[in-house]
């Protein structure tokens, strides 16, 4: 009997099961330590099932990653991406990840016609619009 790679992965203790490979060397995560040069400390959090008390748990793993340039500071959120042996404990490159747009969910939602017509005025409250007229 034949297990795939991806479902043993799961048997360990990953999160899910059926990830490629990159998907699993692909890791976003903070900085929690800069104290070395060129080096940054990042720690992983991921959720996992609890094996006696089937309850998920958080489970912390902290990775060395090479910060070239040292641009990256305590609590930034970066990229790992894995990489040739850089030394003992390096096996990672830090990657800077795009800020993320707060505002993106109003981008995304069509405007009504009223808004079309005011500019950038607030709808009226559903409370007054529910309200009969009397």
């Known amino acids: ?5 991806s479902c043993t992965a799961a048997v360990k203790g990953d999160s899910f099961c059926g990830s ?8 976003s995560r903070r900085v929690v330590t800069t104290k070395a040069d060129r080096t940054v400390g990042v720690e ?17 793993k902290k990775y060395q990653a090479h910060n070239p340039e040292n641009q990256f500071k305590v609590s ?9 042996p850089i030394s003992k404990t390096k096996h990672f ?10 505002h993106r969910k109003s981008q995304l939602l069509p405007l009504l016609q009223s808004q ?19």
Do not use: C, F, W
Request: charged fraction near 30%; charge should be positive.
């Open 1 to 5: 009997m034949m297990i795939s790679q």
């Open 20 to 27: 490629s490979s990159d998907q699993q060397r692909n890791k």
């Open 44 to 60: 992983v959090v991921r959720l996992a099932l609890h094996p006696k008390y089937k309850r998920r748990e958080r489970i912390k």
């Open 76 to 84: 930034d959120v970066v990229e790992l991406r894995s990489s040739r």
């Open 93 to 102: 490159i830090v990657v800077p990840l795009p800020p993320r747009d707060t």
């Open 116 to 134: 079309q017509a005011d500019g950038d005025q607030p709808p009226p409250s559903l409370a007054s619009a529910a309200m009969p007229a009397e």
